[in-house]
């Protein structure tokens, strides 16, 4: 069985623990063993243990319950988003933002409010008038699709809008530089499809103007 041998010993210790995860040693909700067969089995002291412990907890992969004993709660470290996104390239992006937004434009017409009308309209009036700048474009034409991802009331969907689609707009740009939008009267006519679509309570004809325009930006950009 492997064991610590380098420094920081805490680190050492949480990065075996996390291998034996993986590894499928402990099933998710199992509890982990004692402190001091699990000490043994490390090389390691019961305060080293704890420490190891305390940072694989602070990750979300074990839970110390107090009496109880310490359980696994994930089988793996999560990434957080920026990590994940470094790594992303641009059509894994708008992948996502396709699943994301088509599902939340059928949520924005089921849920819409005047408010959330008049807000998607006056950004895609907004986002007309942008037609002359790439940068002012791509700036306006975020602001439209995250006026439906605020109708559609749900945090979740915004955060993840919010986390991700900042991170094409250096690319939507130098691309709109180097192929500007070849018909921008039908482009309009997309992005007013889809407002039509959610001001008419139309969840089915939502998705598929999001999945439509989305689709095309894919292939324009890849």
């Given amino acids: 069985m492997p064991q610590v041998q380098r420094y920081p010993l805490a680190a050492q210790a949480a990065e075996v623990l996390l291998d034996r995860l993986r ?16 000490a043994a ?22 839970e110390s319950r107090q009496g109880a004993g310490v359980f696994v709660t994930a089988l793996d470290v999560t990434e957080d988003w920026d990590a994940v996104l470094r790594r992303a390239d641009i059509t894994a992006v708008i992948e996502a933002r396709i699943a994301i937004e088509a599902e939340a434009a059928a949520l ?51 955060e993840m809008f919010n986390a991700f689609v900042p991170r094409l ?22 992005h007013e499809d889809l407002y039509v679509a959610i001001r008419a309570r139309k969840p089915e004809a939502a998705t598929t103007a999001s999945r439509i325009h989305l689709t095309s930006l894919k292939t324009a950009l890849t």
């Avoid at 807000?119 to 306006?140: F, H, K, P, Q, Y």
């Fill in 41 to 62: 089995q490390l090389g390691v002291g019961r305060s080293t243990l704890r420490e190891a412990i305390r940072e694989l907890a602070g990750k979300g992969v074990l």
């Fill in 108 to 158: 924005a017409a089921e849920r819409r409010t005047p408010a959330d009308l008049r807000n998607i309209l006056r950004a895609l009036t907004a986002r007309a008038e942008a037609a002359d700048s790439a940068g002012a474009l791509v700036d306006a034409d975020t602001a439209f699709h995250r006026t439906i991802i605020v109708a559609a009331h749900n945090d979740i969907l915004l």
């Fill in 169 to 190: 707009r250096r690319a939507m740009i130098d691309m709109l530089r180097i192929k500007p939008i070849a018909n921008p009267a039908a482009d309009h006519d997309a």
């Fill in 23 to 38: 590894a499928g040693e402990w099933e998710l909700g199992h509890r982990l063993p004692g402190e001091t067969t699990l």
